[in-house]
Nanobody, 116 residues
Framework: VQVVESGGGLVQPGGSLRLSCAAS????????MSWVRQAPGKGLEWVSA????????SYADSVKGRFTISRDNAKNTVYLQMNSLKLEDTAVYYC??????????WGRGTQVTVSS
């Protein structure tokens, strides 16, 4: 099983980034996918989630209206489009795949730094 995030980097406030999460080794289309982040010195914060079929999405209030989650089950990939980035969005962003107890996988994360 592999879950690999990419697309992080350094961006100025107000800028945009698109994160990708490529999965392999499990039936991607059966798993709900989430993005979770951890800011420096803080705990994990759930950011967004998308149902296995892509028909349902949800967002934390802190990112609603700025971030968009999507998935391509043909490519086993989930995305997080991040617009209007703020300093407080700086964090390591992790991708999570979840189907049921015992079927939960995490990536190693990708760093997003918002700085002027």
């Amino acid at each position: 099983v592999q879950v690999v995030e990419s697309g992080g980097g350094l961006v100025q406030p107000g800028g945009s980034l698109r994160l990708s999460c490529a999965a392999s080794g499990f039936t991607f289309s059966s798993y709900a996918m989430s993005w979770v982040r951890q800011a420096p010195g803080k705990g994990l914060e759930w950011v967004s989630a998308i149902a296995s079929g892509g028909g349902s999405t949800s967002y934390a209030d802190s990112v609603k209206g700025r971030f968009t989650i999507s998935r391509d089950n043909a490519k086993n990939t989930v995305y997080l489009q991040m617009n209007s980035l703020k300093l407080e969005d700086t964090a390591v962003y992790y991708c999570n795949a979840n189907m049921a107890i015992g079927y939960n996988y995490w990536g190693r994360g990708t760093q997003v730094t918002v700085s002027s």
